[in-house]
């Protein structure tokens, strides 16, 4: 008997014990009393070199530590003035800056041109091992001309380094630096930034407090809040209930479902990011022994598939469809181009006229890709005939496969380092290197003309040629636009941006 | 004796170098490391520039044979994700993993033994039953959804404790009650039954027609064999405790040894995964060595043919 009650009783306190969970904490606390800000992370911060760095939470800390020269002030679009004044270009490969005065670091030294030669100069050396070298590899060396003058020396044209050096090149301090580099600068972070480091645990604790001599007319000015505690939580269940109670201020990236449970008790928002969801074909995979090498075959897969329903399945928010390779937020992203609608009946004349009347056998490998939009795709395909053998596998197995030409469809996304522009997706994966199993020569030439002039309109209108030729070769399945959803305390006042990068300086309390 | 010794501690050398080498290898069938260390934006040259730096472009055999040959000189090299050597962040986690591990450890020794000797002295009685639920909520419980279930409680609702996190020595409460949970139900059951076994034999029978009180009967007759499968089974639960409390550690966002195993693993940090996985091993050897060695102590028969 005594059985039986314990059990009984066991199940009530659970079942009143899950039913609570979400019906509590709706009296925010948060810690605007002590002006302070608490953050979660789910993932770990790299350490703080923004150099080496590649995820997101060491990023947006690192960006309230360092400054770069420019800053690009997503809402007009315009690059603006940051630790140089002002800059132009001198020559096709040559840029000047001129730096602006009375800037301190953190350590209390003086910002001067030898900080801008010194970190720059390091970090283009291979030795230094700068984690991606897209974003320094066309800098060729960097001459001081006076105390608060200097010259880039580019290697090569690259239309991405404005937008490079807008906050993505940090300036260190440069006898620091010299003296104790990559790993010194990660232990004892020191930049010109809003928020200075006071301590951290790496990977596990940090905590920020706002820099009282941030310099005049800095983009990051304005900062309200005096510290900030950043952690990792890696538990997303544990992040609500102490967001919930008011021990955290700060979370993001809510899976869709749990967004809309949450909604109720604290502040969520959508905000759409540059990253997006496409399926990749491969003209070149198996030597182009595959039905994908047809043209009719990719058109027909496209027509197959009912993108609108997945997106409002799975992505929600913020997300949707989309007809390009590319996130129309993005300069160059023309939108003009040959759409493909859910019509399951063009796709199996399509197929049938391309000799797949009783379809085929397709592998399909997914990667950072919710399972359910896999599943989805490969439901829709079955519905014409093609059987998608799904694969799932972590990034750098998919990836590996694809480069070796191995994989006809690969299904998974791609983040543009956050930046507006297309230059980054479209030359990764139709430029000719390695990830480009289309090898179209058209597009790369395009390609390489657009990445490399300074002129805009030469650009865009290259740009524009290439996305309508992919679209009209249905080289990719582009999916989705991708979101982020972000629960805040209900007395924060916080505005996200679709680069993903968190700017806890201009955030208040309400 | 020593000859035993001697014996189980070259069994316990093999095993740990299979372990090492099947894991370095397993490390390379799910990826390529240079890969997922240049991330989902980096492209093909900078993972060949990691594949370089790094030596991944060496044949496997000559990876594992430095790795080894630094290991065995103590050196188990530098993290690729954090970028410092592997024994500093080791030594920075481990604090709260050997923490929680022993603490819990001690806490489900302390409830599972008692628990079960009362058992098997009235099997089917009130102790008995109480025992019973305890061990078979404790084996289907999912350990998240009661740790969470315990943060939603006792940290959200009652705020007795801190909901994540070990600033402070109260940050250990719910997940040692948590971890040691899920110890006591084998530990006890084993008791139990082991006592059950012993308490039926005829010298049990003979200590008490001597007169002996019950409480010494037990102390000294039975409770001393019954221990022998509690012993070992204790130190795999031991081992267990301290090296797979990932679920526990990620629920109430501790940074020990079983969190950091598993994230290194999600981000190529090969070198942190192979000293953390070569440290476990170690960890279970010698704790089963000892067992095996302590169970020839306590029991003479055990002690081979010598």
Same mark, same amino acid.
């Given at each position: 008997?005594?059985?039986?009650?314990?059990?009984?009783?066991?199940?009530?306190?659970?079942?009143?014990?899950?039913?609570?969970? #979400?019906? !509590?904490?709706?009296?925010?606390?948060?810690?605007? *009393?002590? &002006?302070?800000?608490?953050?979660?992370?789910?993932?770990?911060?790299?350490?703080?070199?923004?150099?080496?760095?590649?995820?997101?939470?060491?990023?947006?800390?690192?960006?309230?530590?360092?400054?770069?020269?420019?800053?690009? &002030? #997503?809402?007009?679009?315009?690059?603006?003035?940051?630790?140089?004044?002002?800059?132009?270009?001198?020559?096709?490969?040559?840029?000047?800056?001129?730096? @602006?005065?009375?800037?301190?670091?953190?350590?209390?030294?003086?910002?001067?041109?030898?900080?801008?030669?010194?970190?720059?100069?390091?970090?283009?050396?291979?030795?230094?091992?700068?984690?991606?070298?897209?974003?320094?590899?066309?800098?060729?060396?960097?001459?001081?001309?006076?105390?608060?003058?200097?010259?880039?020396?580019?290697?090569?044209?690259?239309?991405?380094?404005?937008?490079?050096?807008?906050?993505?090149?940090?300036?260190?301090?440069? *006898?620091?630096?010299?003296?104790?580099?990559?790993?010194?600068?990660?232990?004892?972070?020191?930049?010109?930034?809003?928020?200075?480091?006071?301590?951290?645990?790496?990977?596990? @604790?940090?905590?920020?407090?706002?820099?009282?001599?941030?310099?005049?007319?800095?983009?990051?000015?304005?900062?309200?809040?005096?510290?900030?505690?950043?952690?990792? /939580?890696?538990?997303?269940?544990?992040?609500?209930?102490?967001?919930?109670?008011?021990?955290?201020?700060?979370?993001?990236?809510?899976?869709?479902?749990?967004?809309?449970?949450?909604?109720?008790?604290?502040?969520?928002?959508?905000?759409?990011?540059?990253?997006?969801?496409?399926?990749?074909?491969?003209?070149?995979?198996?030597?182009?022994?595959?039905?994908?090498?047809?043209? @009719?075959?990719?058109?027909? !897969?496209?027509?197959?598939?009912?993108?609108?329903?997945?997106?409002?399945?799975?992505?929600?928010?913020?997300?949707?469809?989309?007809?390009?390779?590319?996130?129309?937020?993005?300069?160059?992203?023309?939108?003009?181009?040959?759409?493909?609608?859910?019509?399951?009946?063009?796709?199996?004349?399509?197929?049938?006229?391309?000799?797949?009347?009783?379809?085929?056998? #397709?592998?399909?490998?997914?990667?950072?890709?919710?399972?359910?939009?896999?599943?989805?795709?490969?439901?829709? #395909?079955?519905?014409?005939?093609?059987?998608?053998?799904?694969?799932?596998?972590?990034?750098?197995?998919?990836?590996?496969?694809?480069?070796?030409?191995?994989?006809?469809?690969?299904?998974?996304?791609?983040?543009?380092?956050?930046?507006?522009?297309?230059?980054?997706?479209?030359?990764?994966?139709?430029?000719?290197?390695?990830?480009?199993?289309?090898?179209?020569?058209?597009?790369?030439?395009?390609?390489?003309?657009?990445?490399?002039?300074?002129?805009?309109?030469?650009?865009?209108?290259?740009?524009?040629?290439?996305?309508?030729? /992919?679209?009209?070769?249905?080289?990719?399945?582009?999916?989705?636009?991708?979101?982020?959803?972000?629960?805040?305390?209900?007395?924060?006042?916080?505005?996200?941006?679709?680069?993903?990068?968190?700017?806890?300086?201009?955030?208040?309390?309400? | 004796?020593?000859?035993?010794?001697?014996?189980?501690?070259? %069994?316990?050398?093999?095993?740990?170098?299979?372990?090492?080498?099947?894991?370095?290898g397993l490390m390379f069938v799910? =990826?390529?490391?240079?890969?997922?260390?240049?991330?989902?934006?980096?492209?093909?040259?900078?993972?060949?520039?990691?594949?370089?730096?790094?030596?991944?472009?060496?044949?496997l055999i000559v990876q594992y044979?430095?790795?080894?040959?630094?290991?065995?000189?103590?050196?188990?090299?530098?993290?690729?994700?954090?970028?410092?050597? %592997?024994?500093?962040?080791?030594?920075?986690?481990?604090?709260?993993?050997?923490?929680?591990?022993?603490?819990?450890?001690?806490?489900?020794?302390?409830?599972?033994?008692? $628990?079960?000797?009362?058992?098997?002295?009235?099997?089917?009685?009130?102790?008995?039953?109480?025992? +019973?639920?305890?061990?078979?909520?404790?084996?289907?419980?999912?350990?998240?959804? $009661?740790?969470?279930?315990?943060?939603?409680?006792?940290?959200?609702?009652?705020?007795?404790?801190?909901?994540?996190g070990a600033d402070t020595w109260?940050?250990?409460?719910?997940?040692?009650?948590?971890?040691?949970?899920?110890?006591?139900?084998?530990?006890?059951?084993?008791?139990?039954?082991?006592?059950?076994? %012993?308490?039926?034999?005829?010298?049990?029978?003979?200590?008490?027609?001597? =007169?002996?009180?019950?409480?010494?009967?037990?102390?000294?007759?039975?409770?001393?064999?019954?221990?022998?499968?509690?012993?070992?089974?204790?130190?795999?639960?031991?081992?267990? +405790?301290?090296?797979?409390?990932?679920?526990?550690?990620?629920?109430?966002?501790?940074?020990?040894?079983?969190?950091?195993?598993?994230?290194?693993?999600?981000?190529?940090?090969?070198?942190?995964?192979?000293?953390?996985?070569?440290? +476990?091993?170690? +960890?279970?050897?010698? $704790?089963?060595?000892?067992?095996?060695?302590?169970?020839? %102590?306590?029991?003479?028969?055990?002690?081979?043919?010598?």
């Amino acid at each position: 008997m005594t059985q039986t009650f314990s059990l009984k009783r066991l199940t009530a306190v659970a079942a009143l014990a899950a039913s609570t969970a #979400l019906s !509590l904490g709706t009296a925010a606390l948060a810690d605007k *009393a002590s &002006n302070t800000l608490n953050v979660a992370f789910a993932a770990e911060p790299e350490p703080l070199d923004t150099y080496k760095i590649a995820g997101r939470q060491g990023l947006i800390l690192a960006r309230h530590i360092y400054d770069g020269l420019l800053y690009k &002030n #997503l809402d007009t679009g315009e690059i603006v003035p940051a630790l140089a004044e002002s800059w132009e270009f001198t020559g096709p490969l040559t840029m000047e800056f001129t730096l @602006r005065q009375g800037v301190k670091f953190h350590n209390g030294a003086d910002f001067t041109a030898d900080d801008v030669v010194g970190t720059l100069n390091t970090v283009i050396t291979p030795e230094y091992g700068t984690r991606y070298s897209i974003s320094v590899d066309w800098i060729d060396s960097v001459e001081k001309l006076d105390d608060y003058k200097v010259r880039i020396n580019m290697s090569k044209p690259f239309a991405g380094a404005i937008e490079m050096l807008a906050d993505a090149l940090p300036i260190y301090p440069h *006898a620091f630096f010299a003296e104790n580099g990559s790993a010194g600068i990660a232990a004892t972070p020191i930049g010109t930034g809003p928020y200075k480091l006071i301590s951290q645990e790496p990977g596990i @604790r940090y905590e920020m407090e706002r820099f009282e001599d941030h310099y005049e007319g800095s983009p990051k000015s304005g900062a309200t809040i005096d510290k900030i505690t950043v952690r990792t /939580i890696p538990e997303m269940n544990t992040q609500f209930a102490e967001l919930m109670s008011g021990s955290l201020d700060w979370i993001w990236r809510i899976p869709p479902d749990q967004a809309a449970q949450l909604e109720s008790r604290v502040q969520v928002i959508s905000a759409p990011i540059m990253r997006i969801g496409y399926v990749g074909f491969a003209p070149e995979a198996m030597a182009g022994e595959t039905p994908i090498a047809d043209k @009719r075959v990719r058109q027909a !897969l496209i027509h197959a598939t009912n993108r609108g329903a997945i997106v409002d399945a799975f992505a929600g928010g913020a997300s949707k469809v989309l007809n390009t390779p590319c996130n129309p937020a993005q300069f160059g992203c023309e939108q003009d181009v040959t759409t493909y609608d859910y019509d399951p009946e063009k796709a199996k004349a399509l197929l049938a006229e391309a000799g797949y009347a009783d379809g085929f056998d #397709l592998e399909m490998v997914f990667a950072a890709m919710p399972r359910p939009t896999a599943e989805a795709v490969a439901a829709d #395909l079955a519905n014409v005939g093609v059987t998608l053998e799904l694969n799932e596998q972590q990034y750098a197995s998919g990836i590996g496969k694809w480069r070796a030409k191995e994989l006809p469809a690969f299904f998974s996304n791609w983040g543009s380092y956050g930046i507006g522009d297309t230059a980054f997706i479209l030359s990764n994966f139709f430029g000719g290197g390695a990830d480009d199993l289309v090898q179209d020569a058209e597009l790369a030439t395009w390609l390489t003309e657009a990445d490399t002039a300074s002129d805009r309109e030469v650009r865009s209108e290259n740009y524009s040629k290439a996305v309508k030729k /992919i679209a009209e070769e249905a080289y990719w399945m582009p999916m989705y636009n991708f979101n982020v959803n972000y629960g805040l305390s209900n007395d924060l006042n916080f505005t996200p941006h679709p680069d993903e990068f968190a700017r806890w300086w201009a955030a208040s309390w309400k | 004796m020593l000859s035993f010794i001697s014996k189980r501690l070259l %069994v316990a050398l093999l095993v740990c170098l299979t372990v090492s080498a099947l894991s370095f290898g397993l490390m390379f069938v799910s =990826g390529d490391p240079a890969i997922a260390i240049a991330g989902s934006g980096g492209r093909a040259e900078d993972a060949e520039a990691i594949r370089q730096a790094y030596g991944f472009d060496r044949p496997l055999i000559v990876q594992y044979l430095d790795w080894i040959g630094s290991a065995l000189t103590g050196n188990l090299g530098q993290s690729i994700y954090f970028n410092v050597p %592997v024994t500093e962040i080791i030594g920075n986690r481990a604090g709260v993993t050997l923490t929680l591990g022993f603490i819990s450890f001690l806490v489900a020794l302390v409830i599972a033994v008692p $628990l079960g000797v009362a058992a098997a002295l009235r099997p089917n009685g009130w102790i008995d039953r109480i025992a +019973l639920v305890i061990a078979v909520s404790g084996q289907a419980i999912p350990s998240f959804w $009661l740790g969470l279930m315990a943060i939603v409680v006792f940290g959200v609702w009652y705020g007795w404790v801190p909901i994540s996190g070990a600033d402070t020595w109260q940050g250990y409460i719910l997940p040692v009650i948590v971890l040691s949970y899920y110890a006591i139900p084998e530990l006890m059951r084993i008791t139990r039954s082991g006592m059950i076994d %012993v308490l039926a034999t005829d010298y049990v029978r003979a200590a008490r027609a001597k =007169g002996l009180p019950m409480h010494l009967v037990i102390s000294r007759h039975a409770l001393r064999n019954a221990v022998l499968p509690l012993v070992s089974l204790a130190a795999v639960q031991l081992g267990q +405790l301290l090296s797979g409390s990932i679920v526990i550690e990620s629920v109430f966002a501790l940074n020990g040894l079983g969190r950091l195993a598993w994230e290194s693993l999600l981000r190529s940090d090969l070198p942190v995964v192979q000293a953390i996985i070569l440290i +476990l091993s170690l +960890l279970y050897v010698v $704790l089963t060595t000892l067992a095996d060695i302590l169970n020839a %102590v306590l029991d003479p028969r055990l002690r081979g043919g010598s």
